[in-house]
């Protein structure tokens, strides 16, 4: 357990549903970034926070994708209208600027579309 | 081509073996980072590099700067070391970028 937790673990939808994916950092940690994973492959940067501040979305982050961190605490990740090719691993990770800049990872929580 | 490239993709080894695992960038980083994979999606953070070598255990983890290659080595193999091992070059504000990792399968 690294102290990064998100939730769901497992999220089975419809496509043209919405689904929101939640992470919670380190408690002491200012940079969240998302991160996806499809089958096979290493994992892809999406979006990153420092505090609640969004500074960095990738091209992957179509329109359909938004992320929030409110309070600079925990995150949450939306995906409007999912299409099958959303199906894939959703990795959450934490770190601090102040530390070693580790990035601690979550369990990830895995998508399936039908 | 890719930014981070590893091999082998698959590598199968009996215990005891003597393990390595290559990592190549073609980007600008300000560190490489290797993490371990279990079944399941848990990933762990294994080092972190800007320069020379780092061991930890059984692990051992080398970077040469100008050629922009990464090693990972692994003494004493055990089947407990099964994973996949992943590289990952750090960019600008930490971004990682991640090579598609190496399934690494030990046996007795």
């Known amino acids: ?114 | 081509k890719n930014e981070v490239e590893q091999s082998p993709q698959n590598l199968t080894a009996q215990e005891g073996e003597f393990i390595t695992i290559n990592c190549s960038y073609s980007v600008g980083i300000s560190a490489l980072h290797w993490l371990q994979q279990h079944p399941g999606g848990g990933i762990v953070s294994l080092f972190m590099l800007s320069s020379g070598k780092k061991k930890h255990g059984r692990l051992i983890a080398t970077i040469n700067i100008q050629e922009k290659h990464s090693s990972l080595h692994i003494t004493a193999s055990h089947p407990r070391d099964s994973a996949v091992y992943i590289c990952a070059g750090e960019g600008t504000a930490s971004k990682l970028t991640f090579g598609t990792g190496t399934r690494l399968q030990v046996t007795l």
């Open chain 1, 1 to 114: 357990d690294t102290g990064v937790s998100q939730d769901p673990r497992h999220k089975i939808t419809k496509r043209g549903q919405n689904v929101t994916f939640r992470c919670d950092p380190i408690s002491e940690h200012n940079r969240l970034y998302w991160y996806r994973q499809t089958l096979g492959q290493g994992p892809e940067f999406l979006t990153y926070f420092q505090n609640e501040a969004q500074l960095e979305k990738s091209r992957l982050l179509s329109d359909r994708f938004s992320a929030e961190r409110p309070k600079g605490s925990f995150s949450t990740l939306e995906i409007q209208r999912t299409e099958q090719g959303d199906s894939a691993m959703y990795l959450c990770a934490s770190s601090s600027r102040n530390r070693d800049d580790t990035q601690y990872f979550g369990p990830g929580t895995r998508l399936t579309v039908l």
